[in-house]
Nanobody, 121 residues
Framework: QVQLVESGGGSVQAGGSLRLSCAAF????????MGWFRQAPGKEREGVARIATGDGSTIYADSVRGRFTISQDNAKNTLYLQMNNLKPEDTAMYYCGTSWISCALSDFGYWGQGTQVTVSS
């Protein structure tokens, strides 16, 4: 019912910046929350940042707070993640996800295919 397409990943040096985009296609009328998640090799999928589509309220992981900014353009059905002061530990596959229930991490059940972010020291 919904297709999510991520873009904007790449390779940067520590301290650099990237801007990720996620375009949503299909049934998005009742989407409650959208978010960015990441998974590094050997690690669990981690919730990076979430934003409520209705009021724009945000939630950030402690590891990225102050460096990453999540935003949305509801008219374009597009989600963004501005990543500044990147660190090697940010290296991961980044996924866009959506929830029709709440912004709780457990309610995200649909994912894009991901975009790779690699940060070198």
């Amino acid at each position: 019912q919904v297709q999510l397409v991520e873009s904007g990943g790449g390779s940067v040096q520590a301290g650099g910046s990237l801007r990720l985009s996620c375009a949503a296609f299909g049934y998005t009328y009742s989407t409650y929350c959208m978010g960015w998640f990441r998974q590094a090799p050997g690690k669990e999928r981690e919730g990076v940042a979430r934003i409520a589509t209705g009021d724009g309220s945000t939630i950030y992981a402690d590891s990225v707070r102050g460096r990453f900014t999540i935003s949305q353009d509801n008219a374009k059905n597009t989600l963004y993640l501005q990543m500044n002061n990147l660190k090697p530990e940010d290296t991961a596959m980044y996924y866009c996800g959506t929830s029709w229930i709440s912004c709780a991490l457990s309610d995200f059940g649909y994912w894009g295919q991901g975009t790779q972010v690699t940060v070198s020291s």
